[in-house]
């Protein structure tokens, strides 16, 4: 995967970047070729011998070096990826703002290959507003920002700030590498799982759902760049995953509010989890006892979160799920009209291998155009990237 691929590492000045030796090596062989850019601060951790050796390159520093001037241009257009790893606070407000004081900042402002880095620093730097908004800058101009680790940092204090381990980035860059980046610089918001409806403290209203399917989704879009905030009702899966930022919620009414409050913000929509549509009306205070041989309970309908969003929808792919056991197809125009979507995707619960918890769908996707294109069944995985694929035809038709 990575044989022949052209990554330019930048090193900056962090403590971190005795792991940017590391990552070479490991880059190398894999059978990547790396040419390394360091800072001048970062020469203080980390010698420049050591990474031209391990790179088997010299090691860039400086825009004119011995009456030559180092062709930031050409070195952006040559790599497949760039990597920023260890990405310091400094060079991250840099990269937010575009100063242009080095080689590597130059390099990065002509890079036109993806950019991925992978920040370094201490947890009180780290949870500075300023580092977050200049981490959430980066982003919107189609960066990626592999997540810092938890673990003993190097103040002595514990906290978030450190740096993800070079064999993490390893696996990060390889699901970059070679991957479609259509939505690089996009937001995209995704509900997935059940959602549980209090009957009282112990007891539920739910669902069969997993989550698998929308989970998928939520990993394709980030795959292809977008920055995904995945709206998790109860499920036993594990979500996470680089470029997702997993939202829990229980009720309807919890995933009402927390899509609601995300959706101005995002260009792409996907609401693939099953949400209740019935909740008691009173959830009993104490645990419901056995007195009587009938138990009636008030059902009422919770807030339709797809119907909501396609009343507010602007320019954003709206994008709604309709699981059906008859009349799938008149339903599933229906809610494309109804629900003001894109695009319905209709799963059958009369076709093999499909719906709740199976590893495999069979969809068909209803369009506004009237268009209806009926998949094969497949893993989840090449189903998210089928609807992903048909979100982003949409986005720049
Ligand atoms: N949905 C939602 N909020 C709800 C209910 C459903 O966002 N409270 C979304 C689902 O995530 C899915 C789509 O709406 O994308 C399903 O449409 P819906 O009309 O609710 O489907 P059913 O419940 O199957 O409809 P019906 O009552 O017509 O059987």
């Given at each position: 995967m990575m044989q022949g691929k052209k990554i330019l590492l930048g090193v900056t000045g962090s403590?971190?970047?005795?792991?940017s030796l590391l990552l070479v090596r490991l880059l190398v062989k894999e059978g990547a070729e790396v040419k390394v850019i360091i800072t001048p601060s970062a020469k203080d951790f980390v010698t420049p011998l050591s990474l031209a050796t391990l790179s088997k390159h010299p090691v860039l520093s400086d825009l004119f070096e011995e009456n030559t001037w180092a062709n930031h241009v050409e070195l952006g257009r040559w790599a497949d990826l760039m990597l920023i790893a260890p990405l310091s606070c400094n060079t991250l407000a840099k990269m937010a703002q575009g100063i242009c004081d080095n080689l590597l900042m130059a390099t990065y402002l002509s890079a036109t290959c993806p950019v991925v880095t992978a920040p370094a620093m201490d947890e009180d730097m780290w949870k500075h507003p300023s580092t977050q908004a200049n981490l959430a800058r980066i982003q919107e101009y189609g960066n990626r920002v592999i997540q810092v680790e938890r673990g003993e940092l190097a103040s002595g204090l514990y906290g978030d700030g450190r740096m993800a381990e070079p064999g993490t980035i390893l696996d990060y860059i390889k699901t970059v590498?070679?991957?479609?980046?259509?939505?690089?610089?996009k937001r995209a918001l995704v509900t997935a799982g059940p959602t549980y409806e209090a009957i009282d403290p112990v007891r539920f209203i739910g669902n069969h759902s997993s989550g698998k399917m929308g989970i998928a989704i939520a990993w394709e879009l980030a795959r292809r760049g977008a920055q995904v905030d995945l709206v998790l009702g109860?499920?036993?899966?594990t979500a996470d995953y680089q470029g997702v930022s997993v939202h829990k919620v229980t009720s309807a009414e919890e995933m009402y509010n927390t899509s609601l409050g995300i959706?101005?913000?995002?260009n792409i929509a996907v609401m693939s989890a099953a949400v209740a549509d019935f909740r008691p009306v009173t959830p009993a205070g104490e645990k419901i006892k056995k007195k009587e041989d009938k138990l009636i309970l008030e059902l009422t309908r919770t807030k339709d979160i797809l119907l909501a969003l396609g009343q507010q929808k602007k320019q954003q792919v709206l994008v709604g799920f309709a699981l059906e056991t008859t009349g799938e197809r008149a339903y599933a125009l229906d809610k494309l009209k109804t629900k003001n979507a894109d695009l319905i995707v209709l799963n059958s619960l009369?076709?093999?291998?499909?719906?709740?918890?199976?590893d495999t769908n069979k969809v068909t996707i209803f369009d506004r155009q009237g268009g209806e294109t009926a998949y094969e069944r497949k893993p989840k995985q090449q189903v998210a990237a089928d609807i992903v694929d048909r979100i982003v035809n949409i986005m720049y038709a």
């Open positions: 403590i971190a970047a005795y792991k590498i070679g991957q479609k980046q259509d939505l690089v610089g109860p499920s036993s899966l959706f101005p913000a995002v009369n076709d093999a291998g499909a719906g709740f918890g199976y």
